[in-house]
């Protein structure tokens, strides 16, 4: 299945739209990544706060996951693999939030709100997408 190939389905709108849904996933996963691969101070306080060490290592990694997804995703013949893995990423986050008992909305549901933004994204560029996940049955 290329992803390349049939970006060119559907309006030009609807293109733009989902290529400005998926910067927008790409510039969050590449800051996200970046201050915990510097780690920042903020970033291990954090870590200590929803239960993990505060080790730079562990911090670093997470980053290093974070950026991994973020340039499969960017990439359109790995696009749908990096949406995979990102939502398994932010699965783990927001099952870290539901453990701690951060607030819903903002924290625990932020994963589930940027998973939707990601593959909102994918889902307005590629017929194929579209074509996986129909909102709507096809008339005969």
Same mark, same amino acid.
């Given at each position: 299945m290329s992803y390349i190939a049939d970006s060119s389905s559907g309006s030009r709108a609807q293109r733009v739209a989902g290529l400005i849904l998926s910067g927008l996933t790409i510039a969050f996963l590449v800051f996200d990544g970046a201050i915990k691969i510097i780690p920042l101070p903020v970033v291990t306080e954090t870590m200590v706060a929803l239960g993990y060490s505060?080790? !730079?290592?562990? @911090?670093?990694?997470? &980053? +290093?996951? $974070?950026?991994?997804?973020?340039?499969?995703?960017?990439?359109? @013949? $790995? #696009? +749908?693999?990096?949406?995979?893995?990102? $939502?398994?990423?932010? &699965?783990?986050?927001? @099952? $870290?939030?539901l453990?701690? &008992? #951060? !607030?819903i909305f903002s924290h625990l549901l932020f994963g589930l709100y940027l998973g939707i933004i990601a593959w909102g994204g994918l889902y307005l560029r590629y017929e194929a997408v579209r074509k996986m996940i129909p909102f709507r049955r096809r008339s005969c």
């Open positions: 505060g080790d !730079p290592a562990l @911090a670093r990694l997470l &980053g +290093v996951i $974070t950026l991994v997804c973020a340039v499969l995703y960017a990439i359109p @013949a $790995t #696009s +749908v693999l990096g949406a995979i893995l990102l $939502t398994g990423l932010l &699965g783990g986050a927001m @099952a $870290t939030h453990r701690i &008992g #951060s !607030p």
